[in-house]
């Protein structure tokens, strides 16, 4: 089975730019978790998708989006981008929304100028 | 807020030795405990722990879980260079799949 996907793998944008990040889960798998991991913060949760709607939501501006589409594929937008912003973006798949493990993909590496 | 705190910071050990990683934790709604093993990019899943006192194992690595005490330990035996890795710990308190993790133990294996 193809572990989880993560396109881009790196990306160099400006401040003022708008980015979207895309996931693929695991076949089968519906429920898609985006993190954004940091030196200075560790790993925290952006938000969670599961059937196309958002279930759960960390501590982040409204900068940040997300969506989830028919086929579990997961897209996360940041819109007005600050130096802050950079970071690696990591998107994780479960089964389902109950207790299951969560598998993480590649990431996305972010660097605003 | 939920909270989880791993220990320790860092460990720097040889080839061989045997390392204990602690993750201690405070969360309003506990369900399930996750170690990830991160070397370059992605954490790589190791074990969830749901229950206490049961241990989990695979390989040179074991894992078990103290929900009385609230912490969990993540075993490696005869360490190698390729356990290198930040280990971190995970906590899934809510309905949903929302990890909050701890800072990591950076495990460096000299030969």
């Known amino acids: 089975k193809a572990g989880v996907t993560q396109t881009p793998r790196y990306l160099i944008k400006t401040r003022g730019q708008q980015v979207t990040l895309s996931c693929s889960p695991i076949?089968?798998?519906?429920?898609v978790s985006w993190y954004q991991q940091t030196p200075g913060q560790g790993l925290q949760f952006l938000f969670e998708?599961?059937?196309?709607?958002?279930?759960n939501k960390g501590n982040f501006p409204g900068r940040f989006s997300g969506r989830q589409f028919s086929n579990s594929r997961s897209e996360m937008n940041v819109s007005t981008l600050e130096l802050g912003d950079s970071a690696l973006y990591l998107c994780?798949?479960?089964?389902?929304?109950?207790?299951?493990?969560?598998?993480f993909g590649p990431g996305t590496r972010l660097t605003v100028l | 807020e939920d909270k989880v705190v791993q220990s320790p910071l860092s460990l720097v050990v040889h080839e061989g030795d045997t390392v204990t990683l602690n993750c201690s934790y405070e969360?309003?709604?506990?369900?399930?405990l996750l170690w990830y093993k991160q070397e370059k990019k992605a954490p790589t899943f190791l074990f969830m722990l749901?229950?206490?006192?049961i241990e989990k194992k695979s390989g040179r690595l074991s894992s078990i879980l103290d929900k009385k005490e609230l912490f969990s330990i993540l075993n490696i035996t005869a360490t190698q260079t390729g356990d290198s890795a930040i280990y971190l710990c995970?906590?899934?308190?809510?309905?949903?799949?929302?990890?909050?993790f701890g800072g990591g133990t950076r495990l460096m294996v000299k030969p």
């Open positions: 076949s089968g798998h519906r429920s």
């Open positions: 995970a906590v899934r308190s809510n309905a949903g799949n929302m990890l909050t």
């Open positions: 749901t229950s206490s006192g």
């Open positions: 969360v309003t709604n506990f369900r399930s």
């Open positions: 998708y599961f059937s196309e709607t958002q279930r």
């Open positions: 994780a798949s479960s089964f389902q929304v109950t207790n299951n493990e969560q598998f």
